[in-house]
C-alpha cells in the first residue's frame, strides 16, 4: 500500500446539530472524531491530522496533530489550507467527522484510485493525490479562495480545480451525513447495521 496522510475535518460550528460533532459518543469507548482516527488508522494512514483547535485537544488523542486553521471560520477549504502543508505524503485521505456510517471497505475502493478521487454526488470523503508541484497550485487557489471576498470557497470548486474521478457509490447507507440531531438519530437506529464492530464497542484498530 502506498503511504497515507489523512486530513480529519472536525473544526465545524456544529450550528444545526446544537452541540460539538466531534464529540457525539458513538460508543461506550468512544466519541465520533476518536472513531473517525481509528477508520483512517484502519485505511492505511500513518500520518493522520486533524483540522480543529488545538485547544480542544483530547488527552486520548494527545497522539494527534490539531491544526488550528489560519483563516477562522471559512468552512472546510481553510482546514484543507492549514492542514495540507502539514502532511508528510502526496495520497491525502480527506475525512469529515460527520459521516459515522464511512467503513474501511468503502474507503478502500477510494484509495484504490491512482488520481485524486470522490464518490460521484458526494464532496466527501476525498482522496487527494498531488506531488509537491501540485501541492503547491493546490495551496495557492486555496489561499486565492480564502482571501478573496466573492470567491465561493467550496469544496466543489475544489474538486473542479483537482478534476477529481468520480467513482460509483457502492454501498450508499455509508455515505449517510449527520449533520443534524434527526440524522445523528437515524444513523444510532442504523448502527448495528452499518458498524456492527463500533456498536459491540470493539472499533479500536
Not at 466531534?22 to 493522520?48: F, K, R
Amino acid at each position: 500500500m502506498q503511504p497515507l496522510s489523512c486530513i480529519i475535518l472536525a473544526g465545524g460550528l456544529s450550528v444545526r446539530m446544537g452541540r460539538d460533532k466531534a464529540l457525539l459518543p458513538i460508543c461506550q469507548q468512544h466519541d465520533l472524531l476518536t472513531h473517525m482516527v481509528n477508520l483512517a488508522g484502519s485505511a492505511g494512514a500513518a500520518n493522520i491530522l486533524v483540522s480543529r483547535s488545538p485547544a480542544l485537544q483530547a488527552e486520548a488523542l494527545s497522539y494527534i496533530p490539531f491544526i488550528a486553521d489560519y483563516y477562522p471560520q471559512q468552512g472546510p477549504l481553510a482546514g484543507l489550507q492549514a492542514c495540507i502543508p502539514e502532511c508528510k505524503y502526496e495520497r491525502i485521505l480527506v475525512l469529515p467527522v460527520d459521516m459515522p456510517a464511512l467503513n474501511k471497505d468503502v474507503l478502500q475502493i477510494l484509495l484504490s484510485s491512482t488520481t485524486s478521487a470522490c464518490f460521484k454526488g458526494y464532496e466527501l470523503p476525498l482522496l487527494i493525490v498531488a506531488d509537491s508541484g501540485q501541492r503547491d497550485q493546490l495551496q495557492r487557489f486555496l489561499n486565492e479562495q480564502l482571501q478573496n471576498a466573492n470567491a465561493r470557497r467550496s469544496i466543489r470548486s475544489m474538486l473542479h480545480f483537482l478534476q477529481v474521478n468520480e467513482l460509483p457509490v457502492m454501498h450508499e447507507q455509508s455515505m449517510l451525513n449527520t449533520n443534524s440531531p434527526e440524522q445523528w438519530q437515524l444513523f444510532l437506529s442504523l448502527k448495528d447495521e452499518l458498524q456492527p464492530d463500533v456498536a459491540k464497542g470493539n472499533n479500536q484498530h
